[in-house]
């Protein structure tokens, strides 16, 4: 498993975190954000579960999510 594939899994769980709030309220904007950086590093089914998500959310929500993960992917 490539470092991508590692990273992958890791904000795929963190998006299923967020998104069910097990330990806290639901955060489906973080929970768009993590799926959406699991899709980019390979993680197929991120895709379906981000666009679940996305039907929950406002387009200024979505688009609050785009931003996190971009500003994420800049700084890490």
Request: glycine share 8%; hydrophobic share 40%; proline share 1%.
């Amino acid at each position: 498993m490539g470092h991508d594939d590692a990273s992958g899994d890791i904000f795929f769980r963190l998006g299923m975190m967020c998104s069910i709030g097990r330990e806290a309220e639901p955060d489906l904007v973080s929970a768009h954000k993590w799926f959406n950086l699991a899709a980019m590093k390979g993680k197929r089914e991120a895709v379906q579960y981000r666009q679940e998500v996305a039907g929950e959310l406002s387009a200024a929500e979505i688009a609050d999510a785009q931003r996190s993960a971009r500003e994420w992917l800049r700084t890490h």
